[in-house]
């Protein structure tokens, strides 16, 4: 990178690591259950984005409103039947994800498959708390949008608030669409089944599975999961030195300048290391889930383990999965170069 682009990046990552330090005091302030929640939606927002961060966090709101909602729906109305929720959850994901590949608001119905997901987990787990749960998730999100929009607004990073409509034809139906939505469903369900038969963390696993399978093909899909668990190491690493300062000088500013510092550092690397960069973006999402945590938890390593047992579960099920599944590519198509020109007096056979 030049130096003027380094120079943005590294303004672009003060700003950032700020932002969401400020959601961190702000959601603690304020007695927020998921606290963690509204640090990483600030930083997911604002770190890398397609169009602007202004719709992005949007798009967020909207798409984890509709997941909730969804989510709710099953937990409350078809709990004790598991056969026609897992039905509804395959029809659900199968159309959030082809509304997703034709591209209209397409991060938003991305996050309402994640979160259909992620409410019918929890109010499996724990029907008696599955609306507090939900109302806590959506105020999190709310909170960490809305700092990361003033922050935006406030350093002259973004000044409109258009949206920004772009996407495919829905009609006639696309069969390769319809095909990897088909397949995305189907490998949630099995990752849902084998991670409770192994009693192991569903919600994760299932989450990764979407995050994963969106990819064109099956390497970029190993890439991805590479990519994922490189940054949750990072973020593990940094969470242990947290954990050993913060044991030796326990006092909350310095909790804040740790976290700073270490989202600083991802959001650096999001947008400075190229095809890497997704190691980066990770190394952002999993550092307030390990350190943004309540007394009882910090200092423990747990949210970090089971985020990588979710990581290991979904890959190996969605390589499973993608190998057998028809249409689904094994590799990026390799395009033939165009034959060279012909040169002055020769013929062209």
Same mark, same amino acid.
């Given at each position: ?85 897992? #039905? &509804?959850?395959?029809?659900? /994901?199968? =159309? ?6 034709? +591209?209209?608001?397409? @991060?938003?119905? *991305? ?119 490189? #940054? &949750?190491?990072?973020?593990? /690493?940094? =969470? ?6 913060? +044991?030796?000088?326990? @006092?909350?500013? *310095? ?95």
């Amino acid at each position: 990178m030049s130096v003027p682009d380094l120079r943005d990046a590294t303004f672009h990552a003060l700003a950032t690591a700020a932002a969401s330090v400020l959601s961190f005091i702000l959601a603690e302030w304020i007695g927020l259950e998921r606290t963690n929640l509204a640090v990483w939606t600030t930083f997911l927002v604002m770190a890398q984005y397609g169009f602007t961060s202004f719709q992005k966090g949007l798009e967020r709101v909207v798409g984890r409103g509709l997941g909730i909602l969804a989510g709710l729906i099953l937990t409350t109305w078809f709990n004790e039947m598991p056969l026609v929720v897992f #039905g &509804l959850i395959v029809v659900l /994901l199968t =159309s959030f994800l082809y509304l997703y590949f034709a +591209g209209w608001m397409a @991060y938003t119905f *991305l996050q309402a498959g994640l979160y259909v997901v992620a409410v019918f987990q929890i109010g499996h787990a724990n029907p008696t708390r599955v609306v507090g749960e939900s109302e806590e998730l959506f105020a999190a999100v709310v909170v960490g949008v809305v700092v990361a929009d003033i922050v935006n607004w406030l350093i002259g990073a973004e000044r409109e608030v258009g949206i920004q409509l772009t996407g495919s034809p829905l009609w006639p139906l696309r069969g390769d669409w319809v095909s990897q939505s088909l397949m995305l469903s189907v490998t949630v369900l099995f990752t849902l089944v084998a991670a409770r038969a192994a009693d192991l963390p569903a919600e994760n696993a299932a989450i990764s599975v979407l995050v994963l399978t969106v990819s064109p093909h099956l390497q970029a899909l190993i890439q991805k999961g590479e990519l994922r668990i490189a #940054g &949750l190491v990072m973020a593990t /690493l940094w =969470s242990i030195a947290t954990f050993l300062l913060i +044991g030796l000088l326990p @006092y909350f500013p *310095l909790l804040v300048v740790l976290v700073f510092l270490g989202l600083f550092v991802a959001t650096y690397l999001t947008l400075t290391t190229g095809k890497y960069a997704y190691a980066g973006l990770q190394m952002g999402l999993v550092l307030p889930m390990v350190v943004v945590v309540g007394p009882a938890e910090f200092g423990r390593l747990m949210p970090a383990v089971q985020r990588l047992t979710g990581i290991v579960i979904g890959l190996a099920v969605s390589v499973i999965v993608a190998s057998l599944w028809p249409r689904f590519p094994l590799a990026e198509p390799v395009v033939a170069p165009p034959p060279p020109a012909a040169m002055p007096g020769e013929i062209d056979v």
